[in-house]
């Protein structure tokens, strides 16, 4: 399960990252470490934006596509998608 | 002796504002990741002690994964002086690896928690005496934007030391010395609506239709006219009847009137628009809504073979091609690469007095949207060149598009002024010295030939070096030697070109000799040219910079080149059928 796979007001953990070394310290140095836990904020069909420690990112489908999270939702506030 | 201090952190943390303050300088800063692409140096004194202050490039980490992080890591790696990292209170665990690594470079370090006056809004709070004993270094709270702690920071950085190895880690000094209650912010809340697509890209229309209908409209237009006006009572009549007064001899009084007086008033009669565009983009940059564009163009620009961070130097190429040369250093290669060729077609003010220039001689009634249309036109160009150029990147798997939202902010008046008032002495500054120049030399071509003094144009050098030039722009319809000259001396500056217009047409009659040197197909023709041809030298000397070939600024120039031949000979042809 990975964060595109969230809906709006979702919070979950971090569980996995990329394999790749480079594509893995791009994620961690901007706050997705493992364990971390992680709100997505909204989602649309090309990316959503999440907020990590107070800080809000935006991320591309793709981005969201390879941050895997932990199996089940932890609180889910029932926020429509959008897009 | 002077000591040094290294102002570091992350993107948009605050450093240039605190550099701005300390040193009275006027750095660029913005809302926006990435606004500072280069370090800066400046001055000041505190307590007796003389300070040299490098403005460092955000970076998030000293392992760099772009060129203004490589810029940061490398100054870093060999500085010999405090360094003061300036941590977002509001973003501070992310900050914390940085302030690891920093530690680990063995010299003394300042952690400055900065904009501590927002981060109770937030939510927030850090205990800054707990979080100073466990990193070993002193932790001041400040807001470089208003001006609060930054006596404190100064006392702290006289007194700083190389701080002892830090045996926690980044997780435990959060989970130490952070509380964070989860609040939703104004921020989020405007960001729900904004960034659902259905809103977003018709406010991005809404908004780019604003700033152009205010510059290049009938209130644009009356500033330049009333600042024109100005000009003209202040300045060319003044010195006009003094020249005259005096018994100049009459060439020279020609050469300072006509000449290099006519050329440089031609440009700096654009001013007041140029200072409402520059004031539009700070505005979008300062408030934070460039970050949201750059998302919401980021499905977009994938398709072109660029992403959401491109964004950044395309808006500021609006401005000048130059800074946007630089600001793509916030790209990874390949997009740099790509930016260096395209980012030239993107319409810069200095283009702006071409555009008016024979709109106002041709197409009156339609000059707005004709400028939108030449506006976009560069912006498509520079699309689809990048998506040309993209065949090469085959294969290869770019890094996916993740960029912080800061919050939304109310922009600081005085910073606004400040950027405003920068860009466009920059502007007044090129019009006084290289207009000024090229008006010159225009002018002395014009006037000397072989023979001496050229009492005929047609004995003139720069009637031989515009019939030498004329033929190639045949196919284009401007095959005059004018014209040919104008777009030679556009090479230097692109404000040459009316300033060029002006000098061989005579600043009276440019309108009337316009429409006798021109057709309306053929000004159409002139115009799409002027926008998409070779770019100035300044913009050519920055990407042989950046990239460190001048085979590669070579290249640029010649696809470029190609480029507005095509479009130009294409636009003659259909217009010439209408």
Not at chain 2, 1 to 15: Q, T
Not at chain 2, 371 to 390: F, H, M, R, T
Not at chain 2, 471 to 494: E, Q, R
Request: glycine share 8%; aromatic share 8%; with cysteine.
């Amino acid at each position: 399960m990975t964060l595109f796979d969230l809906a709006g007001g979702d919070r979950c953990r971090i569980c996995a990252l990329p394999r790749d070394k480079v594509r893995r310290a791009y994620y961690t140095r901007l706050g997705f470490c493992q364990n971390e836990q992680v709100e997505l904020l909204y989602r649309r069909c090309s990316g959503g934006v999440v907020k990590i420690r107070g800080i809000r990112l935006a991320l591309s489908r793709e981005a969201m596509r390879e941050v895997g999270i932990s199996g089940k939702k932890a609180v889910s506030c029932g926020q429509p998608q959008l897009g | 002796m002077e000591k040094r201090l290294y102002l570091a952190g992350n993107p948009n943390s605050g450093k240039s504002t605190l550099f701005n303050r300390l040193c009275g300088a006027h750095r660029r800063t913005g809302n926006f990741a990435g606004v500072s692409v280069d370090s800066g140096e400046g001055h000041f004194s505190h307590g007796g002690v003389s300070y040299t202050l490098i403005d460092l490039p955000g970076a998030y980490s000293l392992d760099a994964m772009s060129a203004d992080e490589q810029v940061s890591a490398d100054i870093l790696h060999s500085a010999d002086g405090c360094i003061v990292q300036i941590i977002d209170a509001g973003a501070i665990e992310r900050s914390l690896h940085l302030t690891k690594e920093l530690l680990q470079l063995g010299k003394p370090l300042v952690v400055a928690l900065n904009m501590a006056d927002e981060i109770q809004r937030r939510g927030v709070t850090i205990d800054t005496e707990k979080l100073s004993q466990m990193l070993g270094a002193p932790v001041c709270a400040i807001s470089a934007l208003h001006g609060r702690g930054i006596g404190a920071l100064l006392d702290a950085v006289t007194a700083a030391i190389v701080p002892p190895p830090c045996r926690f880690t980044a997780e435990d000094l959060a989970r130490a010395t952070v509380q964070r209650q989860d609040k939703e912010t104004l921020s989020d809340k405007i960001d729900r609506a904004v960034l659902c697509p259905a809103l977003g890209y018709p406010l991005c229309a809404l908004l780019l239709f604003c700033i152009f209908g205010t510059v290049f409209g009938s209130f644009g237009n009356a500033l330049r006219d009333g600042f024109s006006a100005v000009l003209a009572s202040l300045v060319t009549l003044p010195l006009q009847a003094l020249l005259t007064r005096c018994g100049v001899h009459p060439l020279l009084r020609a050469y300072l009137s006509d000449g290099a007086l006519a050329g440089v008033c031609s440009v700096l009669s654009f001013l007041p628009q140029i200072a409402l565009l520059f004031l539009c983009l700070a505005l979008l940059e300062d408030i934070g809504v460039m970050a949201r564009i750059a998302f919401l163009f980021d499905p977009l620009l994938r398709h072109f073979g660029l992403d959401g961070k491109a964004m950044l130097p395309l808006a500021v190429s609006f401005g000048c091609t130059v800074p946007a040369v630089l600001a793509a250093r916030v790209t990874d290669a390949p997009t740099r690469r790509k930016l260096c060729f395209v980012l030239p077609f993107i319409s810069c003010p200095a283009r702006a007095p071409v555009y008016a220039l024979f709109i106002g001689a041709f197409f009156g009634g339609h000059g707005a949207t004709l400028l939108l249309c030449l506006y976009l036109g560069g912006l498509c160009a520079a699309l689809v060149g990048a998506k040309l150029l993209s065949a090469a990147d085959r294969g290869k798997r770019p890094l996916p598009f993740i960029m912080e939202l800061p919050p939304y902010r109310l922009p600081s008046p005085r910073t606004l002024a400040l950027s405003v008032f920068d860009r466009c002495r920059d502007f007044a500054i090129k019009a006084g010295t290289v207009i000024f120049l090229s008006a010159s030399v225009v002018w002395a071509l014009e006037h000397f030939g072989t023979g001496g003094i050229a009492l005929r144009t047609e004995d003139s050098f720069l009637h031989a070096v515009g019939q030498i030039t004329a033929p190639l722009f045949v196919p284009l319809g401007f095959g005059n030697a004018v014209a040919a000259t104008a777009l030679l001396m556009g090479f230097f500056a692109k404000e040459s070109i009316v300033s060029t217009l002006s000098v061989l047409c005579g600043a009276a009659s440019v309108t009337e000799m316009l429409g006798v040197l021109f057709t309306p197909a053929s000004a159409l023709s002139f115009m799409v040219f002027s926008l998409l041809y070779t770019p100035c030298l300044a913009t050519v000397a920055a990407i042989r910079r950046e990239s460190r070939s001048a085979r590669t600024a070579a290249k640029v120039c010649l696809f470029n080149f190609a480029v507005a031949y095509a479009a130009a000979f294409a636009v003659y042809r259909i217009a010439g059928m209408a």
